[in-house]
């Protein structure tokens, strides 16, 4: 599910006209092999290129005690050029077989990318399905000092599973970017008393036999990779609705078992507030996990943030949730404006904390406000995340800080009001820096170019109210 992709098929013409190539290379007509990016320049191997996702059928076995995955992923997709070839992204893993619309296909492993040849060519625009079987031992990324260990994790009872910003390619084969949203459905086997909470809703009753159980999980909203989970392990749960009748699912490792009701009240609390500050809540469901893995940090999981080794507080709960909207509903079509993601998240815990009445907003970017112009966040712009510093603090506190300068330039009717036009307009979607600029200043009538431009954009300390 991509909206881009006319433009890009332009792109792919022109490119194909101007270089003239021969056979199998970039040309005008004829079938070619789809590029091995999607095309983000700071990642470029990420995703790949000539087909959109709709669904992904994702089969698993999962074993704790040899931490192998049995897997078969079914994706259903369409050609956005005529396709001799195509990449999906996979990190290790074992692959025995693909298939292509039922037929055997070739397929060869060049590092993380897993390039398909099927029997014939794929039509431009034909809709057509990949079946990918494959097994071994799932490795999570940990190569990159700053982004920490990411993907499938293997834990003692099960597994940790959150794949922000590329890590979905270590447990199962896809367009490994969000750029690319698609459905999902799970299909989870593992050992009796193991549990498997995977994004959106069960698709029918857990089923055991053999002493196995199977979990069957759909997501039917478009989901972006790095959020697709599949956290496996021994959880209490509590389950039902928040008073605004949304379906909230808590889960908590017995080691975090006193967690699990403040998280579930918390939560339905909370998804029920952001609703009225920022819309309609755009899933089928909500609610978290607290597994034992100490990983130090939650992510986004969507409908099911997952908090890793402590005891989740309102803030973060606040923050994961807000994502819902920020993130998962409306998608980053470029790393690069990972503000839009985090920048909202951490606004949204000012809120929250201006809401119960313990500190404005104003007053906490204040607090930021006085960091010193030596602070590094001041020569890190946060519309512009580099790929080499994603997760730098800018990116959160000075994006919210954005936010705020942007409420106290537009004031609070007009900068709420953009908040969910914002938030309605894109539903589902994809979003850049420019799209919300352009919003604010459709909504406020004002021009905010000198605004956005000294608090996102430039390496220094912007003056009193940019
Ligand atoms: N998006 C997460 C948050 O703001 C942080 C995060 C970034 C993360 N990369 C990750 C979490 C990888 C887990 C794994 O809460
Ligand atoms: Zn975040």
């Known amino acids: 599910m991509r909206s881009d992709r006319r433009g890009v098929a332009l792109v792919v013409a022109l490119v194909g006209v101007l270089a003239c190539a021969p056979a199998d290379g970039p040309s005008t007509t004829g079938p070619r092999a789809g590029a091995p990016g999607i095309g983000d320049p700071d990642f470029p191997k990420d995703g790949n290129g000539g087909y959109d996702v709709s669904h992904y059928d994702l089969v698993i076995d999962y074993t704790p005690a040899s ?15 005529e396709l001799s070839a195509f990449n999906l992204d996979l990190a290790g893993l074992d692959v025995r077989e693909v298939a292509v619309d039922g037929a055997p296909a070739t397929f060869t492993r060049q590092g993380d990318e897993l390039t398909v040849r099927p029997a014939g060519p794929i039509a431009d625009e034909a809709r057509f399905s990949v079946k990918v079987s494959y097994s071994g031992v799932p490795r999570p990324i940990r190569d990159r000092a700053d982004l920490g260990t990411y993907g499938f994790i293997p834990t003692a009872d099960g597994a940790f599973v959150t794949s922000e910003p590329n890590g979905a390619k270590t447990w199962f084969p896809g367009n490994d970017h969000p750029a690319d949203k698609a459905a999902f459905d799970f299909t989870i086997t593992v050992p009796a008393g193991v ?9 029918g009753k857990p089923t055991t036999s053999g002493g196995k159980t199977t979990y069957r999980w759909r997501e039917r909203h ?21 008073s605004g009748g949304i379906p909230n699912l808590a889960a908590a490792d017995p080691r975090f078992r006193s967690s699990l009701d403040r998280l579930y009240t918390t939560s339905a609390e909370l998804t029920d507030y952001w609703a009225t500050v920022f819309g309609p809540y755009p899933f089928g469901s909500t609610g978290g996990v607290v597994d034992d893995y100490a990983a130090g940090y939650a992510l986004e999981n969507q409908t099911k943030p997952l908090y ?6 309102e803030s973060i709960i606040a923050h994961e949730l807000a994502h819902q909207w920020f ?21 949204a815990e000012w809120l929250w904390a201006e809401h119960k009445g313990r500190r404005t907003a104003e007053a906490a970017f ?27 603090d800018s990116v959160y506190s000075r994006g919210a800080m954005t936010l705020h300068a942007l409420r ?17 307009d894109h539903r589902y979607g994809h979003v850049t820096t420019d799209e919300f600029v352009q919003l604010a200043e459709k909504m406020s009538g004002k021009d905010l170019g000198a605004l956005f431009d000294a608090w996102l954009f430039q390496p220094r300390k912007p003056s ?3």
């Open 67 to 81: 931490k192998r995955l049995v897997g078969v992923t079914t994706i259903a997709a369409s050609a956005t050029q």
């Open 195 to 203: 549990t498997a909470l995977a994004n959106g809703e069960m698709s």
């Open 222 to 242: 478009p989901m972006v990779t790095y959020l697709a989970t599949a956290t496996l392990g021994k959880f209490e749960l509590r389950q039902g609705r928040t």
């Open 308 to 313: 890793g080794g402590f005891d989740p507080d």
């Open 327 to 347: 993130g998962n509903s409306l998608s980053i079509r470029r790393w690069k404006d990972l503000w839009l993601n985090e920048g909202f998240a951490t606004y």
């Open 366 to 392: 204040t607090d930021y406000y006085n960091r010193p112009a030596t602070d590094e966040i001041w020569n890190y712009p946060p519309g512009r995340a580099r790929p080499d510093d994603l997760f730098n």
């Open 408 to 424: 106290r330039a537009v004031g609070d009717q007009t900068f709420f009001a953009l908040l969910r036009t914002w938030a309605a």
């Open 464 to 466: 009193a109210l940019g």
